[in-house]
């Protein structure tokens, strides 16, 4: 069987991640293109589409099609939890991009429509798919860090500023960094942990570097007058079981500690990073160790395909998990708890105070 699949946003994340990697899904086809720039959608179908796919320009018209099976919403976090609820109630399968939404309420609200129509829903955090990601998950699963109670998410670039699009405008995105890049860290670590149960958050936002003109920037410098979000953000989160997460982001931070979309992880059996690759440490017969994990190419447990591209997995396991009638790998339940948490670091940034969850 093939899946019919609508694309709704045919800007950067669309061509660099989403087509791309549905192109190599054999059960599945691309059969529409939306995007308010209709030259956008016109070039995806030619590098994506089916001979007579479809484009258009307002995604509602795009959801009238009763032949689509699954819809991938590729759009500024504005719009995620509307379109992909529209989605849903259009009787399609949605994989959102990530951050699931901009807020809690719109999180849960994609959730409750998954949940009344029937629908998947799953959310676009491919770094779950590496493979250093999923041997670490395996690790975890099989206990051997014992209890994690320590973790630091990693979300750092010294000067990488997105500027084009609407990565820099506060109403569109929600945020900067840390509902960018930072979404990814805390994912990776919450799923390593198995613990989704937060506490009570203590985070701060700042607006250093953003304001600077003709700054030096990996993409060009951007415009201080248009940067409305964060340019770094940093806190922690206490878990309900005590568990602590400190969580790292930045787009601009004058720090040759760079990395993203990593997790460090403290047990009480063992730990692990992936600072430097991915290493094991422990203690055994009274001497520490540690061990470098080296990962040979080829597919993931669950997706025995050839490559090693994290979103090529994504896309596989998605599409399989509509026709096999199996749960996707993100779960959205998992991911309304990371916009949750983003969503509390933005406020205690705010006021100043801790953000407690019921």
């Known amino acids: 069987m093939t899946l019919k699949i609508g694309i709704i ?19 599945a086809e691309m059969v529409a293109f939306c995007d308010i720039v209709v030259e ?5 179908k030619v590098d994506f589409g089916t001979p007579n796919a479809s484009v258009y320009t307002g995604y509602k018209e795009l959801l009238a099609d009763k032949t689509i099976d ?3 919403v590729c759009t500024p976090n504005i719009s995620h939890a509307e379109i992909s609820v529209a989605a849903m109630e259009a009787g399609k399968h949605v994989m959102c991009e990530k951050p699931m939404a901009k807020t809690t309420v719109e999180a849960q609200a994609m959730i409750d429509a998954s949940v009344k129509t029937g629908k998947k829903l799953t959310i676009g955090y491919q770094n779950r798919f590496r493979k250093d990601s999923q041997f670490l998950h395996e690790v975890c699963e ?3 860090l014992g209890e994690i109670y320590y973790a630091k998410a990693k979300a750092i670039r010294r000067r990488a500023v997105p500027t084009w699009g609407v990565f820099l405008d506060e109403e569109a995105q929600g945020g900067g960094p840390l509902i960018d890049i930072g979404t990814h860290a805390l994912d990776l670590t919450l ?4 613990n989704y149960k937060p506490k009570y958050v203590v985070g701060n936002a700042y607006h250093k570097l953003s304001q600077r ?3 030096a920037n990996a993409w060009g410098p951007w415009d201080p007058s248009k940067f409305t979000v964060e340019d770094s953000a940093f806190g922690f989160i206490t878990m309900e079981n005590g568990a602590t997460i400190v969580l790292e982001s930045s787009w601009a931070l004058n720090t040759l500690d760079v990395g993203e979309a990593k997790t460090s992880l403290c047990g009480t059996e063992g730990g692990a990073d992936m600072e430097n690759g991915l290493r094991i440490n422990g203690e055994s017969h009274s001497q520490m160790y540690e061990t470098e994990i080296q990962l040979e190419a080829g597919g993931v447990d669950f997706y025995d395909g050839a490559g090693d591209d994290p979103a090529e997995f994504e896309a596989q396991q998605w599409i399989d998990s509509i026709l096999n009638g199996t749960d996707p790998v993100v779960k959205p339940e998992q991911a309304l708890v990371v916009t949750q948490i983003l969503e509390a670091f933005y406020e205690s940034s705010q006021t100043g105070q801790p953000v407690f969850f019921q």
């Open 142 to 144: 099989n206990n051997e």
């Open 191 to 194: 799923w390593m942990m198995d």
């Open 70 to 72: 699954v819809i991938h």
């Open 213 to 215: 003109a003709n700054a």
């Open 40 to 44: 956008r959608a016109e070039k995806a």
């Open 9 to 27: 946003g045919c800007g950067g994340i669309a061509n660099g991640k989403h087509m791309p990697s549905l192109a190599s899904v054999a059960e």
